[in-house]
């Protein structure tokens, strides 16, 4: 087991590497937010509204997808906000040091241009399964817009390489963080967190994306708001440490740290590292999962979709990532070392409160991001088992998937997390390809719409009129579909 063990963490060094995966994730944001004229930043504020406030396209209907919008929202933030925005920011900075929170914060920023993109190519490329049901993201939209060999290569690695990631970022590290913070809190065996867990996440997900979307629907905003919440609290508590804290983040990305407590320094090289490995894990921008959500929203147009799932990445990383970090720092917890990087934030809590019952906050809210991922996950993980096997293979997927929910909960962290980021990184190389293939489609495509809709309060008659007579393969693609999903 050693020896694996070090087998997948040279692995996991190669892939997260300053030469391979770390820069293709950050240039393919920085070139779509360049082919895009910085979409994430003029149209974050209209984004916003139309993701959490109109919540829904005026005129759509339930032919247009399985899922309301805000459904969509929800159940991608359900995937995203996770135990990546508790464990795995505290991961990083006890590796890479404060520093790596800013390169958190780059991948995040960046990355919206990437969760732009690949949300407006699954819903442009969107299918209905043999049940009735729609579907898309990578798998299909690699293959049907790239096409030829190349694009059914890209689409087919990107259905196992997802797969195989279920059972890391989507189940392994969630229960595993869960049955950790629930001992310490609690004192309850991990065991038993893993069979309880089982066995309710089985109950859900049998009921499928409308079951996980009413679900999500409901949790996802008590959770965000119940944590960043508590962490505003400490924040105030702490006004003049604040500065100092971001200081400290900004200077540090450049020059690495010094050790001091239980860390043992790193450099610029490992808070890069350790921030966009990290980074990636929390919002999973680029790396095409979100796409697959998106793809069953209800909308007018991909645009519209593309600008909320995009909000995803700045509510994960943008709010509720820096919540963490900055009260980490604040609290100097950072420093407790990576054997106990999964009660660091509780350690914080704790200390930033000034009380002995802060880490029960942290237990609940990343029980619940935790629960709420797994469930995202295991509708991302069957839309590709039924590309990859069919239909019929879905439910024994969703079994076995809850059944690892188990064996997660009380595997070794190291184990788990390292098996986690290469999952990410193969599952994300296809996709990051894919989006530079195609990022000229995306942009001009993104263009004619935003001429006809700027402040996007068009409703879908206007939408179908101003599109009827935008030609192109792509654009007749989405009106087949569209057809499709109105008629049957």
Known sequence: MEAFAQFLNDLDSFVWGPFFLIPLLLGTGAWLTIRLGGLQFRKLFSALRLALVDRHDEGVDKSDGDISQYQALTTALAATVGTGNIVGVATALSVGGPGALFWMWVTGLLGMASKYSEAFLAVRFRHRDVSGDITGGPQYYLKDAIGGRFGTFLATFFSIAAVIATFGIGNGTQANSIAGNVENSFGVPPWITGVVLTIVTLIVLVGGIKSIGRVTAGFVPIMIVLYVGASLIILGMH??????????????????????????????????????????????????????????????????????????????????????????????????????????????????????????????????????????????????????????????????????????????????????????????????????????????????????????????????????????????????????????
């Not at 930033?352 to 469930?375: C, R």
């Not at 990184?425 to 993104?446: C, F, K, Q, V």
């Open 239 to 488: 006004l003049d440490a604040i500065p100092g804290a971001f200081a400290q983040v900004f200077s540090e990305a450049f020059s690495g740290t010094a050790a001091t407590g239980g860390f043992l320094g790193s450099t610029i090289v490992i808070a890069v590292q350790m921030g966009v490995a990290r980074g990636i894990f929390s919002n999973e921008s680029g790396m095409g999962s979100a796409a697959i959500a998106a793809a069953a929203a209800q909308t007018s147009h991909p645009t519209r979709q593309g600008l909320v799932s995009m909000t995803q990445t700045f509510i994960d990383t943008i709010i509720v990532v820096t919540m963490t970090g900055l009260v980490l720092v604040i609290t100097g917890t950072w420093t407790g070392g990576r054997a106990n990087a999964s009660t660091l934030t509780s350690q914080a809590f704790d200390a930033g409160l000034g009380v002995t019952w802060g880490h029960y906050i942290v237990t609940i809210a990343l029980m619940m991001f935790a629960y709420s991922t797994i469930l995202g996950w295991c509708y991302y993980g069957e839309r590709n088992v039924e590309k990859l096997f069919g239909r019929r293979w879905v439910m024994p997927y969703r079994v076995v998937f809850s059944l690892m929910v188990f064996v997660g909960a009380t595997l070794s962290l190291d184990l788990v997390w390292t098996f986690s980021d290469l999952a990410n990184g193969l599952m994300a190389m296809p996709n990051l390809i894919g989006l530079l293939l195609l990022s000229g489609l995306i942009a001009r495509e993104t263009k004619y719409y935003l001429d006809n809709d700027p402040k996007l309060r068009a409703n879908r008659d206007q939408v179908d009129t101003f599109m009827a007579g935008h030609e192109g393969a792509i654009d007749a693609h989405w009106h087949s579909v569209k057809g499709e999903a109105r008629h049957r």
